[in-house]
């Protein structure tokens, strides 16, 4: 066997497992290995089909950290004249201010290109977790099944947050790790990521942070059903959770717990989370989200559903009043907006002495996107094909109405409406600063 056949035979039996499991940022790609990457570089020019790339960044992730993409776009009709030999493979290299590489690639085997693809472009995107600073961006194609390949050089300048309210969160980061293609729940929490976000808190006493998470289906979604959007409340809600369990409390500790009110379970349970203590048991949480499909609610859930709104009051008050550190407990309930039927029991938490801490409510509002229209859009006026307005304000009306606030009200908690990330990002700050008064 020839070198060459040795080397697209690597990449195509071995880059499609890459392509799910990049390497870490901080580790070599060992595919670049395989071929003349800097030669490449060096040489320019163009392969014989035709394609673009295009590097954006700076915009904050859900993560609370900045977020890079690299857009390859390669003519739908160059795939489908290659359908059947070999694969496509996508090389992507950043290079920080001090020429530290980090690559990753990805394939998509040609024998799976449809005959339809020759009807519009093919754009494969790879996103990238940055630090502020400036990178040299290498972007190569190679076509496995005749060796044809082009690779180009951008520029790619990040700038800080303007008025950040925590600019010392990224210290310590790698500056440039990867987002993993995975499917949900992965997607949404990244396990693979290394960084952790550099959240001190110093508090004047002992406190305990409990961090309570509303993980039920109904959380945060429209009026409307699907499996896509009922786990739209977990796409916002994981990343959220997963930077909470980052502060690293000088004194104390930091409790999380998940839950499930539509099968009144409590998903997850851990104590001492935290940087200098244990992360998030992803692997834990990860099963219990598979064990609580929403789509499997069997009769006993629907004959005790009155019960649900208690037992999230029930877990509320187990954690509000349970014996306190020195500096009290700060209550941290994370969850989209979640509606009752009629009929449940909505009764208010009743305690017989106001517990001694805070209580902040982070109310997780998704981004719903509008259904794509042809011909001229008109924000939130009537749309007759589909029946419903669109626009923000018609979004908004789509949501479920929030029935855990009025549970809550006796607590008196400051409640955060979260559209975005930098308004998490706020919210997250801001508890913070009051956590760190007690």
């Known amino acids: 066997m020839s070198f060459r056949l040795r080397v697209l035979t690597f990449l195509i039996a071995g880059v499609a497992a890459g392509a799910e499991n990049p390497p870490a940022a901080s580790t070599p790609d060992p595919a670049f290995s395989k071929v003349p990457f800097d030669q490449w570089l060096t040489e320019g020019g163009a ?3 035709q394609w673009t790339a295009r590097v954006t960044g700076g915009d904050l992730d859900r993560f609370q950290r900045l977020r890079a993409r690299v857009e390859i776009q390669v003519d739908g009709r ?3 004249k290659r359908k059947g030999r ?5 090389f992507v290299q950043f290079s920080d201010s ?4 980090y690559q990753t690639h990805a394939v ?8 339809a693809a020759s009807k519009s472009n093919f754009v494969y995107a790879q996103d990238a977790l940055v630090v502020p600073g400036d990178y040299r961006v290498d972007v190569a194609v190679l076509d496995t099944g005749n060796g044809e390949h082009a690779a180009l050089q951008q520029t790619l300048h990040v700038a800080p947050l303007r008025n950040d309210p925590l600019p010392d969160s990224w210290n310590g980061l790698p500056p440039v790790e990867f987002i993993a293609a995975a499917d949900p729940p992965d997607a949404w929490f990244q396990p693979q990521l290394e960084g952790r976000l550099h959240l001190p808190l110093e508090t004047r006493r002992p406190v305990r942070v409990e961090v309570l998470l509303n993980a039920s289906p109904s959380a945060g979604g429209p009026r409307f059903h699907s499996s896509r959007v009922t786990s739209q409340g977990l796409r916002d809600l994981l990343p959220a959770v997963k930077a909470i369990s980052q502060m690293d409390l000088s004194q104390g500790t930091l409790n999380v717990s998940v839950v499930d009110l539509t099968h009144q379970q409590v998903l997850l349970a851990q104590n001492r989370v935290g940087p200098r203590a244990q992360p998030l048991d992803w692997p834990r949480l990860r099963t219990a989200l598979g064990q609580a499909d929403p789509n499997k609610v069997d009769v006993r859930d629907l004959a005790n559903r009155q019960q649900n709104p208690q037992f999230f009051v029930d877990e509320v008050r187990r954690r509000v009043t349970a014996e306190a550190d020195p500096g009290g407990i700060a209550l941290v309930v994370l969850s989209g907006p979640m509606e009752f039927n009629s009929g449940e029991d909505l009764r208010r938490i009743e305690l017989e002495e106001k517990p001694r801490g805070k209580v902040f409510y982070i109310r997780y509002h998704p981004f719903l996107p509008q259904p794509v229209i042809a011909g001229p859009q008109y924000p939130n006026r009537p749309n007759r094909r589909f029946g419903y307005p669109q626009g923000p304000v018609a979004l908004a009306a789509m949501e479920p109405a929030d029935g855990l606030a009025p549970l809550l009200k006796p607590l008196q908690p400051r409640v955060f409406d979260v559209y975005k990330p930098e308004q998490f990002r706020r919210a997250l700050a801001d508890v913070m600063r009051e956590i760190a008064r007690m």
């Open 47 to 49: 392969a014989r089909f």
């Open 78 to 80: 160059e795939l489908a």
């Open 98 to 101: 001090d020429h530290r590489r």
């Open 86 to 90: 070999g694969g496509l493979v996508f």
């Open 108 to 115: 998509i085997p040609l024998q799976d290109v449809a005959e």
